[in-house]
């Protein structure tokens, strides 16, 4: 029974941290602009590469959700921050997209 549990543990390991959201930002950026006014650019780029996010407001912030199909849900986030904002992007990348930035990071860094 023991040689057993040694690898059906280790997969539920595995599976365990494919599941799992990360809590730290994989990204911070500071922009000159408003929080509205970086959401309204970003969400204009995620359309024309064919993502459908996702946009909620509250009084101090945007949250941009982008759907995924194979891990959790992209998130960028922008706050009031000084003289324009701070954005946070939390993104899952599968192993073999790390390489390159996804359209999503793209969207993000050409609107600063």
């Given at each position: ?9 280790a997969f539920v390991l595995m599976i365990a941290g494919c599941a ?58 922008a706050y009031k921050a000084g003289n324009g904002g701070k954005v946070f992007i939390y993104e899952r990348h599968l192993l073999a ?16």
């Open positions: 029974m023991r040689p057993l549990f040694v690898p059906v543990m799992s959201v990360p809590n730290d930002p994989t990204l911070t950026l500071q922009t000159s602009k408003t929080p509205a006014q970086y959401a309204d650019c970003v969400v204009l780029k995620l359309q024309g590469s064919a993502l459908n996010p996702t946009v909620l407001q509250t009084q101090h912030s945007y949250r941009i959700v982008v759907p995924s199909k194979v891990s959790a849900d992209n998130v960028l986030e997209a790390n390489f390159l930035p996804s359209s999503f990071q793209r969207a993000a860094e050409e609107c600063i």
